[in-house]
C-alpha cells in the first residue's frame, strides 16, 4: 500500500548484470508523481525533470490526485467541496502537462482521494458520495483539459486490497466495491474517451495468489472493467518491519493477476516499489531493483511503471542514470527524427555553461 499517508508513488532500467557493469535491455516505462515536493517546483523545473524522465524511458508519468480531502488541490478547480483544502497549489496540473508535452510524455490525471474511512472500509452511503466527487472533479477536469492529447488517462486514486472487501461487514465486499465506486467511476471516465487506471495492493502476509486472484475475477464479473490494472508489487511495503512481499515470491502473485486481467482483457502492469523496505524515503539498491523488474516483466506485464517521484531524494535520478542507462539500440526512426528535431531546434544544451541545483532528482537552471 502506497503509505505513510502521504507518502507518494518511478523509469527505464537496463537490468544491471554484476552490480554497475555489463546491461542488458530491459525498461521502466514510468513514474508515479503524488505533488507533495513537486507542486512547488517551477514550470521550468518540471519541464526538465520530465526531459530526464523521458530519457531514461519513463514516458508514462501518474498525477496520483487531483485532490486530497482537505488538504490538496493540484489542479485551478472551483468546485465547492474542495475549497477548503489547506495547500492550494492548483498549476501542478497545467504546468505538469506543459512539460509532458515539451518533452514527449504521455499524463495520466489521478481524481479525488478521502482516506478517512477508506481502510474501514466505507460504508454504502460513502462509497456513493466518494463515486459522485470523483465524477465531479472528472467533470470538471474535462472541461479544462479535455482537448489535450498528451493525456492518456485517468487514474483512480483510490487504492484497492481485498482483505478490506472481505466480509469485514455484511456491506462490505467486493460487490458493493464495484457497483458503487469502481463501475460509475470507470463508466464516466470511459464515457469520455479516456483511459482507466487502478492501482490496487495487496499483502502476502494475509492471503494467497489463489485469494487474489479470485477476488478480481469477483470484481470484473460485476462488471468493473478498467483498461489497465498496475498491480503494486509491494516489495518496498512492510508493516511493523515484516514486509508486504518478497523477490522471492512476488512473481506468484503478479501472475495471479496478469491471469485474471487476461481472462476479461484488461491490461496488466506492474507498479514497481522503488524504496527500501525499511527506509520509505531512501532508494533500494540496484540488484534488489533489477530483480523486481525482471519478475515483473517474467510476470506478463505490458508496462512497469514505478513509485515514486518523491522517494528518489535528491540524487534518485542521478542514481538510475548511473544503475540503469536507458537502452537506445531499440530506438524506432520517429523517435530517433524527434531527437534530431530537437536537436536542430535547441542546440546542445549541453555544451552551454548553465548552472543548476538540485529539486526532487531534478538538475533545474537558477535563476541567476
Same mark, same amino acid.
Given at each position: 500500500?502506497? %503509505?505513510?499517508?502521504?507518502?507518494?508513488?518511478?523509469?527505464?532500467?537496463?537490468?544491471?548484470?554484476?552490480?554497475?557493469?555489463?546491461?542488458?535491455?530491459?525498461?521502466?516505462? #514510468?513514474?508515479?508523481?503524488?505533488?507533495?515536493? +513537486?507542486?512547488?517546483?517551477?514550470?521550468?523545473? &518540471? +519541464?526538465?525533470?520530465?526531459?530526464?524522465?523521458?530519457?531514461l524511458g519513463m514516458e508514462q508519468v501518474v498525477l496520483q490526485y487531483a485532490a486530497v480531502e482537505k488538504t490538496h488541490l493540484y489542479y485551478p478547480s472551483q468546485l465547492d467541496f474542495l475549497q477548503n483544502t489547506q495547500y492550494k497549489n492548483n498549476q501542478l496540473f497545467p504546468k505538469s502537462i506543459d512539460a509532458a508535452k515539451a518533452a514527449?510524455?504521455?499524463?495520466?490525471?489521478?481524481?479525488?482521494?478521502?482516506?478517512?474511512?477508506?481502510?474501514?472500509?466505507? +460504508?454504502?452511503?460513502?462509497?456513493?458520495?466518494?463515486?459522485?466527487?470523483?465524477?465531479?472533479?472528472?467533470?470538471?477536469?474535462?472541461?479544462?483539459?479535455?482537448?489535450?492529447?498528451?493525456?492518456? #488517462?485517468?487514474?483512480?486514486?483510490?487504492?484497492?486490497?481485498?482483505?478490506?472487501?472481505?466480509?469485514?461487514?455484511?456491506?462490505?465486499?467486493?460487490?458493493?466495491?464495484?457497483?458503487?465506486?469502481?463501475?460509475? %467511476?470507470?463508466?464516466?471516465?470511459?464515457?469520455?474517451?479516456?483511459?482507466?487506471?487502478?492501482?490496487?495492493?495487496?499483502?502476502?502476509?494475509?492471503?494467497?495468489?489463489?485469494? &487474489?486472484?479470485?477476488?478480481?475475477?469477483?470484481?470484473?464479473?460485476?462488471?468493473?472493467?478498467?483498461?489497465?490494472?498496475?498491480?503494486?508489487?509491494?516489495?518496498?511495503?512492510?508493516?511493523?518491519? @515484516?514486509?508486504?512481499?518478497?523477490?522471492?515470491?512476488?512473481?506468484?502473485?503478479?501472475?495471479?493477476?496478469?491471469? %485474471?486481467?487476461?481472462?476479461?482483457?484488461?491490461?496488466?502492469?506492474?507498479?514497481?516499489?522503488?524504496?527500501?523496505?525499511?527506509?520509505?524515503?531512501?532508494?533500494?539498491?540496484?540488484?534488489?531493483?533489477?530483480?523486481?523488474?525482471?519478475?515483473?516483466?517474467?510476470?506478463?506485464?505490458?508496462?512497469?511503471?514505478?513509485?515514486?517521484?518523491?522517494?528518489? #531524494?535528491?540524487? #534518485?535520478?542521478?542514481?538510475?542514470?548511473?544503475?540503469?542507462?536507458?537502452? +537506445?539500440?531499440?530506438?524506432?526512426?520517429?523517435?530517433? /527524427? /524527434?531527437?534530431? /528535431?530537437?536537436?536542430?531546434?535547441?542546440?546542445?544544451?549541453?555544451? @552551454?555553461?548553465?548552472?543548476?541545483?538540485?529539486?526532487?532528482?531534478?538538475?533545474? @537552471?537558477?535563476?541567476?
Open positions: 500500500m502506497h %503509505v505513510t499517508q502521504f507518502l507518494p508513488r518511478c523509469f527505464s532500467f537496463a537490468l544491471a548484470l554484476g552490480g554497475f557493469g555489463v546491461c542488458a535491455a530491459a525498461n521502466l516505462d #514510468g513514474v508515479f508523481d503524488a505533488g507533495w515536493t +513537486t507542486a512547488y517546483q517551477s514550470a521550468d523545473s &518540471l +519541464t526538465h525533470m520530465h526531459q530526464r524522465l523521458h530519457e514527449g510524455n504521455k499524463i495520466w490525471l489521478g481524481l479525488y482521494y478521502d482516506g478517512e474511512n477508506w481502510y474501514i472500509p466505507p +460504508t454504502i452511503s460513502q462509497l456513493d458520495t466518494l463515486a459522485a466527487r470523483n465524477i465531479k472533479v472528472l467533470d470538471e477536469l474535462h472541461a479544462l483539459y479535455g482537448n489535450e492529447t498528451v493525456i492518456e #488517462g485517468v487514474y483512480i486514486p483510490q487504492e484497492i486490497a481485498r482483505y478490506y472487501w472481505d466480509g469485514l461487514r455484511a456491506d462490505a465486499t467486493a460487490a458493493a466495491l464495484a457497483t458503487h465506486f469502481l463501475i460509475p %467511476v470507470t463508466r464516466a471516465v470511459q464515457a469520455k474517451g479516456w483511459k482507466v487506471m487502478t492501482a490496487p495492493f495487496y499483502n502476502q502476509n494475509l492471503e494467497t495468489p489463489e485469494k &487474489l486472484q479470485a477476488f478480481f475475477e469477483s470484481l470484473f464479473a460485476t462488471g468493473f472493467k478498467p483498461d489497465i490494472i498496475a498491480v503494486q508489487e509491494g516489495v518496498g511495503a512492510s508493516d511493523a518491519g @515484516k514486509a508486504h512481499a518478497s523477490t522471492a515470491t512476488v512473481g506468484n502473485y503478479e501472475r495471479a493477476v496478469a491471469k %485474471v486481467c487476461s481472462q476479461y482483457g484488461i491490461e496488466f502492469w506492474v507498479d514497481m516499489e522503488l524504496f527500501r523496505t525499511d527506509d520509505l524515503h531512501t532508494l533500494a539498491d540496484s540488484a534488489r531493483l533489477s530483480a523486481q523488474l525482471d519478475t515483473a516483466l517474467a510476470a506478463g506485464a505490458s508496462k512497469v511503471i514505478a513509485y515514486d517521484l518523491a522517494v528518489l #531524494g535528491n540524487a #534518485g535520478l542521478d542514481s538510475l542514470e548511473k544503475w540503469f542507462p536507458r537502452d +537506445t539500440s531499440q530506438a524506432t526512426p520517429i523517435k530517433e /527524427r /524527434r531527437a534530431q /528535431r530537437k536537436t536542430q531546434k535547441y542546440g546542445n544544451l549541453y555544451n @552551454k555553461e548553465i548552472r543548476y541545483y538540485k529539486l526532487n532528482g531534478a538538475r533545474v @537552471k537558477t535563476s541567476e
